[in-house]
Structures are given as C-alpha cells and as structure tokens.
C-alpha cells in the first residue's frame, strides 16, 4: 500500500488560488442561554439576524471588512442582550423597539461619503441593546 501512494501524483488545493470570500448574503446568529461573540477580522454578511433569548451575542465591527453600501443587523433580543461596537468612521443607522427593555435610536455620519452604513433594526422584550462608538 505504501507503493501505491508514493505513485500517486500530488494533489493541489483547487481553490487554493481564489481570494478569500466576502460576506454571505445572509447570516443568523442563535443565542438561546449561551453567548457568540464576532470581533477581530470576520466579514459581515450583508444581513445578519441575531436572536438573544437569555444569551448574548457581541457583534464588534471594529476589525471587520464591512463591505460597500449598506450592511444590516435584525436584532431580536428577549431577556438577552446584543452588544455592538462600531469605529467612528462608518455611517450609523440604528432604530429599535424596547418593551420593557433597550434599544438606542441613533443616527451617526462620520462625513465619508463613501464610507459603509450599518443599519440595524429590531425589538428588545425584558432585555437590550447596547451601542459603543470607538475611534477607528
């Protein structure tokens, strides 16, 4: 058998070649009683839908390779909490429902006309959101 594979030509990675792939088109995030936590570099989906029920989820686009446009966050945080962290230099959009809960409605321009958007969207029932603005 040893023969066998010292015959065999070496095999290459196809994709070995190919640039890393962006963000998919669509990503969710589950956090029912546990945690996830997306921080350093990581590529956004163009949406992402986080659902925080007695969990946490840590979305930190410090790092990230936000693509061009518009990037959007749902947010569905019940008795759970999502915590975002987002440079200074990206256009912010966020609005949300909080039933006894929070969510911050915040519009933020940083003056880049080509700079990406964040958009986030959502309802926190008995639990938050919570947004941090950081020097990029």
Sequence with gaps: MADRDRELPELQDPDAHLPAPRGDADESLLCIMNG??????????DRTRVVAIMG???LD????AMLEGTTEVEVLAIMGGVELIVPDDIDLDIQ????LGGFPHQRHR??????????????AVM???ELKIKRA
Excluded: M
Excluded at 36 to 45: F, H, S, Y
Excluded at 61 to 64: C, I
């Design 96 to 99: 949300g429902l909080p039933i």
């Design 56 to 58: 946490g989820a840590k």
């Design 110 to 123: 940083c003056g880049d006309p080509d700079a990406p958007t964040l958009r986030v969207r959502g309802l």
């Design 61 to 64: 686009f410090r790092d990230a």
């Design 36 to 45: 996830i936590t997306r921080t350093g570099e990581w590529e956004p989906a």
């Design 127 to 129: 639990g938050g959101v």
